[in-house]
Nanobody, 121 residues
Framework: QVQLVESGGGLVQPGGSLRLSCEAS????????MAWYRQAPGKQRDMVAS???????NYADSVKGRFTISRDNAKNTVYLQMNSLKPEDTAVYYC???????????????WGQGTQVTVSS
């Protein structure tokens, strides 16, 4: 099994910054894509940012220019730096990863438990 654990969420004022982290552990041979999703009450879960194993990134239009996704392959960890936060960014943020458990298997998708981010004055 593979586990993803997010951390770094909390309460911040509009215009503030927050940095989320997500560490993968367990039976890991290779991690391909990693991504951050978010879900607000009554809304569907949407992708915020993604990053390939080689560092290619993609962002939702709503966060482009404000959020930065990065990863440390040696630590099996992905980060999300969030700047210029807005009340509309309030949501539970989830980590996602595509993981190979061995050289002979196809990748499977795993999710973290989520971390709450609240932007309010």
């Amino acid at each position: 099994q593979v586990q993803l654990v997010e951390s770094g969420g909390g309460l911040v004022q509009p215009g503030g910054s927050l940095r989320l982290s997500c560490e993968a552990s367990g039976r890991i041979f290779r991690i391909w894509n990693m991504a951050w999703y978010r879900q607000a009450p009554g809304k569907q879960r949407d992708m915020v940012a993604s990053i390939t194993s080689r560092g290619s990134t993609n962002y939702a239009d709503s966060v482009k220019g404000r959020f930065t996704i990065s990863r440390d392959n040696a630590k099996n960890t992905v980060y999300l730096q969030m700047n210029s936060l807005k009340p509309e960014d309030t949501a539970v943020y989830y980590c996602n990863a595509d993981v190979d458990m061995s050289i002979a298997t196809m990748p499977s998708t795993y999710w973290g438990q989520g971390t709450q981010v609240t932007v309010s004055s």
